[in-house]
């Protein structure tokens, strides 16, 4: 039971490249997000789906798409990547879309130069 | 606006003490979750404890504690006989029933426990 996985680990990009981080939960939770951390700030989030075949928007989105791929998978693409973007990604996870706990992933570290 | 408010950026307490890290939130949905992780260097988000804002105990989870004032909405943990473990960022996080399951964070606040 491996909870939350995130593929890669860490990533150096150049401006204007495009990558896609990947994310599973093997918990059979139907709600899946995507956070950002940036140095000295909490986690904010990117996009969200409340459940397989939904994806909607969180609080920092511009310069990102996300797939839900399946119930286990939920990605998120950087079309083309810029030095603001370099950050931490958090994939989590949690059983419904309702104030309860998520689970996180181990995080992506992502470098733009 | 939905907001967590945590005012110590960095604290410090000697091993085997208790300590208390504050937290504060602002929302003007009638009920909601707040939520405490742990993040040690390593980087990880660990899930520490849980409190809905109809519960009326506290909730606690072996040494952390979580002290709920709703009419002053704070939300401090509390942990007691502190570990060198502990040394860690701690973040606190408000879910607003009305926003299904987005987590609204904190910026954190870096526990130092001293030997």
């Known amino acids: 039971n491996a909870g939350v996985t995130q593929t890669p680990k860490f990533q150096v990009l150049k401006t204007g490249q495009s990558m896609t981080l990947q994310c599973a939960q093997d918990m059979n939770h139907n709600s899946m997000y995507w956070y950002r951390q940036d140095p000295g700030m909490g986690l904010r989030l990117i996009y969200y789906?409340?459940?397989?075949?939904?994806?909607d928007k969180g609080e920092v989105p511009n310069g990102y798409n996300v797939s839900r791929l399946n119930k286990r998978e939920f990605s998120l693409r950087l079309e083309s990547a810029a030095p603001s973007q370099t950050s931490v990604y958090f994939c989590?996870?949690?059983?419904?879309?309702?104030?309860?706990?998520?689970?996180f992933g181990p995080g992506t570290r992502l470098l733009v130069l | 606006a939905q907001k967590i408010t945590q005012t110590q950026p960095g604290m410090f307490v000697q091993e085997k003490e208790a300590v208390t890290l504050d937290c504060t939130y602002d929302?003007?949905?009638?009920?909601?979750?707040l939520f405490w992780y742990k993040q040690p260097s390593s980087g990880e988000m660990i899930f520490l404890i849980y409190?809905?804002?109809?519960d009326q105990q506290n909730a606690t989870e072996g040494r952390y504690s979580l002290n709920f004032q709703k009419a002053r909405k704070s939300a401090n943990l509390v942990i007691s006989a502190s570990q060198l473990g502990d040394s860690a960022m701690y973040f606190c996080a408000m879910s607003p029933w009305g926003q299904g399951g987005k987590l609204i964070f904190g910026q954190g606040t870096e526990l130092s426990v001293k030997p």
């Open positions: 409190q809905g804002s109809y």
């Open positions: 929302t003007s949905d009638p009920s909601y979750g």
């Open positions: 789906s409340a459940s397989e075949g939904t994806t």
């Open positions: 989590a996870s949690s059983e419904v879309f309702s104030p309860q706990t998520q689970y």
